[in-house]
C-alpha cells in the first residue's frame, strides 16, 4: 500500500522519534528477512524492556488496544499494518480513558518510535477501497515499526530479564548474609563474648530497613559491600574470643537450641520464608528484632509479666497491661497501635517502663514518637539498643 504522507495532520509537531521512524519504514535495506512476528510476542517483549524503549505501562495499554483492531496474528506478510479507529472506539475499549490522556499517549507511542501517524488530508481516519472491495488507501496508525524493531525489542527484553536476574541473585546474597552475620552477632551477645555487639546489631538491623526500599543496582551492591564488611567485622570478633578446637560441637548445638526453644523476633523462619517468597524480602523492621535482645533490655518490664512471654504478641499484651500503669491514656496508646503496629507499641512501652525515672511525662512522650514514625524517623531498633547500652553501663 502506497505511503502518502510523513508528517502530521494539523498542528501537530515533527519529532525527532517520528523523522527515525519514517526512515526506518522507508528504507528498503531495514525491511527484516525473517518470519513477521507474531503481534501479542512483540508486545509482551515491549512490556518487559519499556524503559529501555522509553514507554510507560500506560502507553503500553494503548498500544494493546491499537493491537486489537489488527486482524491478522503476526506483522507482516502482504496485510496492512495500518488501524484506524476513532478516538471514541478506543477511548471504549480503554474502559473510558478521557481523550486528553489518551492523545498524550498516542504521542508519547510516536515519539517513542513505535507507531507511526499516516492522516488523511483532514485528520480523520478511515480506509478507502477499490471497485474488488480491497483497501486501497488507509488513514490512521502504521504499526509498521513495531515489525521492523522486533528484533530490538527482543533484545531490549532479554537484556532486561537477564538484569533483573542478577538484581535477584546479589539481593539474596544480600539477605543471607545478614542474617548469617546478624545471629552470629546475637550468638556472641548471648554468650557473654567481649566485643561491641550491639553497635554491630545496630548496623544490621538498618541495612534490613534499608532493604525494605527498592533499591536500584548499584544502590544494592553499595549495601552488600557494607554487610560483608560488617559480616567479617563480626566474623574476627567471634574468631578472637570462641576456642575454636572445642566449642565447634557447642555452637551447633547452641544454635539447635537457639531455632527450637528462643522466640525470635525476625518471623517464624526466614528459611520457610525463602521458600515461598522468592523474593526474600525482609519483614518489617521491628520484626526483625532478634526476640532474646529484646528480652534483655526490659527486664523491668519483665518482672510484671503474670506469664512466659514467648513472642511478639505476649510483648503487646504486656505492653498493653503496663500503659495505664505508667500514666499512658488509651488515646495515646490507641494512636501509637495504629502507626506501629501492636507488637511494636507494646514494646514502646516496655522500654518505657525501664526509663520511667527520667521521663517526665509516658503518654507526651509515646506521642511524640508516635509522631516520629508517622514521618518515617523513629526506629525501634535504636531504642532497644539504647536500653541494653543503659543497662551494661550501670552493671
Same mark, same amino acid.
Given at each position: ?10 498542528? &501537530? ?60 496474528? &503476526? ?29 498524550? =499517549? ?143 560441637? =557447642?555452637?551447633?548445638? =547452641? ?141
Amino acid at each position: 500500500m502506497e505511503r502518502l504522507t510523513t508528517t502530521p495532520f494539523g498542528q &501537530r509537531p515533527v519529532s525527532a522519534g517520528l523523522r527515525k521512524a519514517v526512515e526506518l519504514v522507508e528504507s528498503p535495506a531495514q525491511m527484516p528477512s525473517e518470519a513477521a512476528p507474531e503481534k501479542w510476542q512483540v508486545l509482551n517483549d515491549l512490556g518487559v524492556g519499556r524503559a529501555a524503549l522509553g514507554v510507560s505501562d500506560r502507553e503500553l495499554g494503548v498500544l494493546d488496544v491499537l493491537l486489537g483492531f489488527l486482524p491478522e496474528q &503476526r506483522l507482516g506478510g502482504n496485510a496492512s499494518l495500518i488501524v484506524f479507529p476513532s478516538n471514541k472506539a478506543l477511548s471504549e475499549r480503554l474502559h473510558g480513558m478521557p481523550e486528553s490522556t489518551l492523545r498524550r =499517549h498516542l504521542s508519547a507511542l510516536v515519539n517513542a518510535g513505535l507507531i507511526l501517524r499516516h492522516d488523511s488530508p483532514n485528520g480523520k481516519r478511515y480506509a478507502a477501497r477499490d471497485f474488488d472491495g480491497e483497501i486501497s488507501r488507509a488513514f490512521g496508525f502504521d504499526l509498521t515499526p513495531l515489525r521492523l524493531r522486533a528484533a530490538e525489542i527482543a533484545q531490549a527484553a532479554q537484556a532486561a530479564r537477564e538484569a533483573e536476574a542478577r538484581y535477584k541473585a546479589l539481593r539474596e546474597r544480600v539477605v543471607l548474609r545478614k542474617r548469617d552475620a546478624q545471629k552470629l552477632a546475637l550468638y556472641g551477645l548471648e554468650e557473654g563474648f567481649p566485643g561491641d555487639w550491639e553497635p554491630l546489631l545496630i548496623a544490621l538491623l538498618d541495612c534490613t530497613r534499608r532493604l525494605r526500599r527498592k533499591l536500584s543496582f548499584e544502590e544494592l551492591e553499595a549495601l552488600s559491600a557494607e554487610v560483608v564488611d560488617l559480616s567479617q567485622q563480626v566474623e574476627r570478633t567471634l574468631a578472637k574470643t570462641e576456642d575454636t578446637s572445642a566449642d565447634a560441637a =557447642h555452637f551447633g548445638c =547452641h544454635h539447635q537450641n537457639s531455632n527450637t526453644d528462643t522466640p525470635d523476633f525476625e518471623s517464624s523462619s526466614e528459611e520457610e520464608n525463602s521458600a515461598t517468597d522468592t523474593s526474600l524480602d525482609p519483614s518489617p523492621e521491628e520484626m526483625n528484632i532478634p526476640f532474646a535482645l529484646v528480652l534483655k533490655s526490659i527486664p523491668e518490664a519483665l518482672s510484671y509479666a503474670q506469664g512466659d512471654i514467648r513472642n511478639p504478641r505476649d510483648i503487646a499484651g504486656l505492653g498493653a497491661f503496663l500503659r495505664g500503669m505508667i500514666g499512658i491514656s488509651p488515646s495515646a496508646w490507641d494512636d501509637a497501635v495504629g502507626a506501629m503496629g501492636p507488637e511494636t507499641a507494646g514494646l514502646v512501652v516496655c522500654c518505657l517502663v525501664e526509663r520511667i525515672e527520667e521521663i517526665r511525662s509516658p503518654g507526651g512522650y509515646l506521642r511524640h514518637l508516635t509522631r516520629e514514625q508517622d514521618l518515617g524517623k523513629f526506629s525501634v531498633a535504636r531504642l532497644v539498643m539504647a536500653n541494653l547500652n543503659r543497662a551494661r553501663g550501670k552493671s
